[in-house]
């Protein structure tokens, strides 16, 4: 995201730093990792999250100050990752590309640890996936998308139901920050404040699974093709 300013002059050295809300983190559990642009205007670029599922993000906010001409001005772009294999890690330098070149944060040592619950119930963690509605392989952790059509005309509404499918005993429910962009569609986001886990377990390969309505995503294709 790029944010332009004009007025006034920079009341800060530009700096990239990347952050993390827990070290270690127990497997399974989510984390929260902030990239925070600070006193220049650029292009954040994120590092390679392939050790991690990303459960959420990036979620954006910006925040700038104007006093007596100077410019304060910060950028954010935060992630929410899930751990599903035990050991360290290490998240790549993040980037940005600004006016007067390139601001590289540091890398970040990530420690997972086992899940005390998750162990007392004999809960192995396995590779999450993202699969569409109905099928593919599963893990223990996973978002899953259902639409009610696959086939429509140009302006004819389309509604995806986002559910989560857990097996974690101490996974932190909390509302989804943000949906994923389609490419053609205009869309209306119903993110649910407050998700709650059901009552009934859902079975699935042979595994019980809470579950918990997500958000759900109206979609109007704006063009004919496959999208």
Not at 207 to 212: F, H, I, T
Request: proline share 6%.
């Amino acid at each position: 995201m790029i944010v332009g300013l004009s007025l006034g002059a920079w009341s800060q050295s530009p700096s990239l730093t990347m952050t993390v809300n827990k070290n270690p983190v127990p497997i399974g559990e989510r984390f929260k990792l902030t990239i925070t642009l600070k006193g220049t205007q650029g292009n954040i670029v994120p590092p390679d999250f392939s050790d991690f599922t990303i459960y959420a993000g990036p979620s954006r906010s910006t925040s700038t100050q104007w006093v007596n001409g100077v410019v304060s001005m910060e950028v954010s772009h935060s992630y929410f990752l899930v751990p599903e294999k035990l050991g360290k890690f290490t998240i790549q330098s993040a980037s940005a590309q600004t006016e007067t070149g390139t601001l590289k944060s540091s890398s970040l040592d990530i420690e997972v640890v086992k899940n005390d619950a998750a162990a007392q119930n004999n809960s192995s963690p396995a590779t999450s996936n993202r699969v569409q509605g109905g099928g593919g392989s599963t893990g223990d952790c996973m978002v899953r998308m259902f639409a009610n059509k696959t086939e429509v005309v140009v302006g004819e509404p389309l509604v995806v139901t986002y559910m989560l499918y857990n097996r974690y005993p101490r996974f932190d429910l909390e509302q989804h920050e943000q949906l994923p962009q389609h490419s053609g569609f205009w869309k209306d986001d119903k993110l649910v404040e407050s998700p709650q886990w059901a009552q009934e377990f859902e079975r699935i390969d042979g595994k019980d699974y809470r579950k918990a309505h997500l958000a759900t995503q109206v979609l109007i294709p704006q063009r004919a093709g496959e999208l």
